[in-house]
């Protein structure tokens, strides 16, 4: 799939999410504030904010997709990651938040009015969150995209989150009203480790951890008859776009345009074998050549 393939398809993704994720946020708010129920509020709000990851993500996704320039040039492909720090920047607002209406609720109880509508908004909106979630985080691993499985996390934080909220519905309708505010300070929780692994997983790219083993690219290069060894491998990058350099030792009676052959031939294996490679810089050495 080439650049503007990609981009397109993560950019659709996350609109068709978007607007799933406003609907499901909408209900839950209005339906939350209608019966007081703070649990369904922290959980609309939520939601809500998966709806803003999602527009994040879409404008991290149009920067990335510019092509490489004077300033950037290896491309900008890293501004997809860099979103995804702005989404768990949201979650940790969104967790404050969260906890701050928690502990009002537990100095000043309030009974909040559960009926059959309750758990039917909140059955409805479940079964959308697990729908969404599984079908981004499926295309997300097909493109290897890190802000669709990123923002899949998210939107199965959803999914625990709604199940808590019905599980405290039951606890409410057997007169444990305080369990309302504790659901809350669950919900917060889930949403800061989710903030976590994405700042984790996104930190590992932004710092170039190396998306590729070794031995996986050696056993490769070593596969072309003329390369006698392949050390000094390095590969940084999303997983989506992988930037690759090694080098590789040729008898030292090699001349200059047969290790340029070689390193074409090097090259040009590596993309077919790891289409996600976006770039193979090798380096020729002769056998007696010191390295």
Not at 53 to 58: D, E, K
Not at 199 to 212: E, F, Q, R, V, Y
């Amino acid at each position: 799939m080439n650049h503007q393939s990609y981009y397109t398809s993560v950019k659709r993704i996350l609109i068709i999410v978007l607007v799933l994720n406003i609907g499901v946020a909408l209900a839950k708010i209005i339906y939350g504030y209608w019966t007081n129920s703070l649990s369904i509020i922290s959980d609309g709000f939520h939601s809500l904010f998966d709806g803003t990851s999602n527009v994040i993500g879409i404008i991290g996704i149009t920067i990335a997709s510019r092509p490489p320039d004077k300033i950037h040039t290896y491309g900008h492909e890293k501004f997809e990651t860099f979103a995804s720090l702005g989404i768990a920047f949201l979650l940790f607002i969104t967790c404050f938040e969260i906890l701050q209406s928690a502990v009002g609720r537990f100095y000043h109880p309030e009974i909040p009015d559960i009926t059959i509508l309750s758990f039917l908004i909140m059955g409805i909106t479940l079964i959308i969150n697990l729908v969404v979630s599984w079908y981004e985080n499926r295309e997300g691993e097909k493109l290897k995209s890190t802000i669709l499985v990123a923002d899949a996390r998210h939107t199965r934080s959803d999914v625990y989150v709604s199940i808590a909220v019905i599980l405290g519905f039951i606890a409410i309708q057997m007169g444990f009203s305080i369990v309302d505010p504790i659901i809350a300070v669950i919900i917060a929780v889930l949403i800061a480790k989710m903030g976590i692994q994405i700042i984790k997983s996104s930190s590992s790219i932004l710092l170039d951890t190396a998306p590729l083993d070794e031995e996986t690219i050696r056993s490769i290069v070593n596969k072309v008859p003329e390369v006698k060894e392949c050390h000094r491998i390095r590969s940084r990058g999303p997983p989506s776009h992988i930037f690759v350099d090694l080098h590789v030792t040729l008898e030292s009676s090699s001349s200059l345009s047969k290790a340029h052959e070689v390193a074409h031939i090097v090259e040009d294996k590596l993309k077919s074998s790891i289409p996600e490679i976006e770039d193979v810089v090798v380096h020729v050495e002769g056998e007696s050549d010191n390295f």
